[in-house]
């Protein structure tokens, strides 16, 4: 489950970030073949974020907690400007203020690294494009995490948080494929929104 949709070779090799986090508890490879370039993901995984593009995941689920996310279905100008220290939030910072990841490190059209702040860190989570053919790109999404010591709440965190991993991995993936192909499937570049940022 915690490795849906990778080979056993994607879930065995290192990826970037696994460095940032090399003493992990907890690992999840998870990946989907998408029949699109990277330069037709990348633009997605730019936006990520809350008050952003969002996540491309569960939208109702995130927002049955109070996390205020609104995926985006369209590429945005404003939020294409993502470089390394950048702050991307998980939910509105109102309820969640430290509900926070960091970039870490941004290799344009081939990964993006992201982890939380403070050090030690104790979630890195990190998307790897990977090219098969002119057409076709393997989406890689690896998360590492460091679990708390007590061996209690490290069992109960392991029980929320591998069920809840699945779930949300698995519906960005696809959410993400859905978006890259039919920008691939456009012919045209696409016409870029421009957020009204009056409202």
């Known amino acids: 489950m ?5 080979t056993p070779a994607e879930v065995e090799r290192s990826l970037p970030g696994d460095d940032l986090l090399p003493d992990a508890d907890a690992e999840s490879t998870m990946a989907i073949s998408i029949e699109a370039p990277p ?3 990348w633009p997605w995984l730019r936006q990520l974020g809350q008050e952003r ?15 205020d996310i609104h995926n985006a279905d369209t590429i945005v100008t404003e939020w294409q400007d993502l470089a390394v220290g950048d702050t991307i939030r998980l939910g509105r910072a109102d309820r969640y203020p430290d509900a926070t990841l960091e970039v870490a490190a941004l290799d344009p059209e081939r990964s993006l690294v992201l982890l939380t702040p403070g050090d030690p860190a104790w979630w890195v989570w990190s998307f790897v494009l990977e090219p098969v053919d002119e057409t076709t790109t393997r989406l890689l999404v690896r998360s590492r995490i460091r679990l708390p010591e007590n061996r209690l709440v490290r069992v109960a965190a392991q029980s929320v948080l591998e069920p809840v991993t ?8 696809r959410g993400l494929r859905s978006r890259a192909e039919r920008l691939a499937a456009s012919q045209t570049r696409p016409v870029i929104a421009t957020r009204d940022v009056s409202t």
């Open 39 to 41: 330069t037709d993901i």
């Open 166 to 173: 699945f779930v949300m991995t698995h519906g960005m993936l």
């Open 53 to 67: 593009g969002g996540f491309y995941s569960h939208e109702w689920a995130e927002n049955l907690v109070g996390l």
């Open 2 to 6: 915690m490795n849906w949709g990778a």
